[in-house]
């Protein structure tokens, strides 16, 4: 079950905004936004929780928490209702316009009477912007730029963790049926991309209907697109279709490898079963000939009887993958059971939810052998780091360390690239680190030239063992730096620096193909979570997802090796 802290995080910070836009009071809005934030990051289910208990979370005070419990009581809040309602619907569709603020939406549309964002290109075109108070040609550029990130193919793709939530909800209820039936989902979510266009979840059964039957009467649902007895197409409350089919328990292995795709593999698998006088379909690999079903229970068999051994749905992706098993060579992928350890974390210190103590806890429950602390140093000046606090902060580690059965605390930071590819910290400082972790937080609009120059510092920096999220890219919200990343992954190799593979469902960063790039280099990688709150620690699935569909090993990842072989690694000897 998705937990209730989500649905509470989204409605407050949608209050924050709706504030935020109505002209409200500014700091009221952040108010609420830290509240949102608070609450999603919050380790327990708030779903029983009373005003009481509510308010032990910090950032939420009686009135947040008030509105909480109507929210959990009813479905509702009655203010976030109200300020719903004072919103024109086209207001809010400019406020989708990624580096359009909610102020200025509502001055566009009170100004200039824009409610789409049709209306505000034209506006742009007839340059009727340009009178507007703090709109000038740059804020135009951003706007255009917004939109075409909007309008972008596959901007109506939804992240990876969300699709996630609703086909575990999905694939745990329909297993639960009497009968207890074969269920799983397929499709790219099964191929851990970054993104998903729908879920498809797959049933063997010679009963179909109770599970079409559950699933359109299941809560979550909101419209019922098709409903039929091999498949049932639906619409979830947020908006993302999930496509259920029902195979005859033969079939299972080939329905699952043909809904698994992608289509470009399965293109692949039928030309080469096509060539050794074989059909192959969601029902199975059949001779053409004779029509003698020959493999269909498993995709092991139907793999095997192609020639080929059984490939990891991660590498579906025809990128070399149908002759890599051919020849018996598919990579031993990385695995979530492989990682010792997550490199790049935050505290209360910084932005972080959850104190030092809660973090090191819950690193211990996911059995991690070492954990690093890696809160953000000055140079984001939001943060107000000082040496001082992060030497006391160490001191805190030290005293951690080894008290969780035996796992070891590294205590790092994640350091600031700045515009000319500068440290936060003096070399004698950043020496007294177990680990730095060094990114880019700004001025990413650079030239190729500068972006490139700056990262090959980092890099270079012999105290800097890992770039943290390389590109900076934001799924839908912010394009990658144009840096000539070939020369950053050259650098890297050179110097023994690592290129993280964020985590995060809304940076996975770098990207699959960047990766397969990357590790022609010989580059390491670090699978980090970035977790900014106890609950994020999970994201590190979508990062191994993400190595994989990059053909990693174990031994490409930094954070799999044991301590001793890290901690040389981590050793400044760059020259
Ligand atoms: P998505 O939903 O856009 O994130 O991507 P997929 O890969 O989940 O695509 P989807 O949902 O259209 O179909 C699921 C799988 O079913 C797809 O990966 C391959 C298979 N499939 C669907 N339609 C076709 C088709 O017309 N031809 C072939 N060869 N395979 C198909
Ligand atoms: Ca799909
Ligand atoms: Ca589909
Ligand atoms: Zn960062």
Partial sequence: MPRANDAVQAMLQEYADLIAIRG??????????????????????????????????????????GKIVEYLRTGHMTVVDEARDSIPAGVRELIGIPGLGPRKAMLLHRELGISSVDQLLDAIRRERLRDLKGFGERTEENILHGISLLRQPGADRILISRAMEVAEQIVAELSALPGRARCTYAGSLRRMRETIGDVDVLVASRKPDAYMEALTSMPTTTEVIAAGRKKTSVRTADGLQVDLRVLPPESWGA???????????????????????????????????????????????VYARLGLSWIPPALREDRGEIAAARRGELPALV?????????????????????LEDMVAAAAARGYTYFALT???????MQRMTA??????????????????????????????????????????????????????????????????????????????????????????????DADFDEVF?????????????????????????????????????????????????YLRYGIGTAQRGWLTKDDVINTWPLTRLRRFLRPTKG
């Fill in 375 to 381: 809160d953000h140093a000055p140079d984001l000046a």
């Fill in 490 to 538: 050259a650098v890297c190799a050179r110097t023994g620096t690592a290129l993280e593979i964020n985590a995060h469902p809304e940076r996975l960063d770098l990207c699959d193909e960047d990766i397969l790039r990357a590790r022609q280099y010989g580059v390491k990688f670090a699978i980090d979570s970035d977790a900014h709150a106890t609950t994020h620690l999970p």
């Fill in 335 to 355: 695995t979530e059971r492989d990682i010792r350890g997550d490199l790049h974390t935050h505290t209360d210190l910084t932005d972080g939810l959850a104190s």
């Fill in 24 to 65: 409200g009071d500014a700091f009221k809005a952040r108010a609420y936004e830290k509240a949102a934030r608070a609450v999603g990051g919050h380790p327990a289910d708030i779903a029983g929780l009373d005003v009481k208990g509510l308010k032990e979370i910090p950032g939420v005070g009686t009135s947040v928490a």
């Fill in 388 to 481: 001082e606090k992060i030497l006391a902060q160490r001191e805190q580690v030290r005293a951690l360390d080894r008290t969780h059965h035996g796992m070891r605390l590294l205590h790092g930071t994640e350091l600031n690239i700045g515009p000319d590819g500068g440290l936060d910290w003096p070399d004698e400082f950043l020496a007294g680190f177990d680990l730095c972790v060094a990114s880019v937080h700004s001025h990413f609009n650079q030239s190729r030239g500068d972006l490139t120059r700056r990262l090959v510092r980092a890099a270079e920096n012999p105290y800097v063992s890992v770039i943290g999220h390389p590109t900076t890219r934001r799924i839908g919200k912010r394009p990658p730096i």
């Fill in 255 to 301: 329905g699952l490898q043909y809904f698994t795709g992608s289509k470009a593999h399965n293109i692949r698998t039928r030309e080469l079963a096509v060539h050794q006088g074989l059909k192959l379909s969601e029902y199975g690999l059949f001779d053409a000939e004779s029509g003698e079903r020959l493999a269909s229970e498993t995709e092991e068999e």
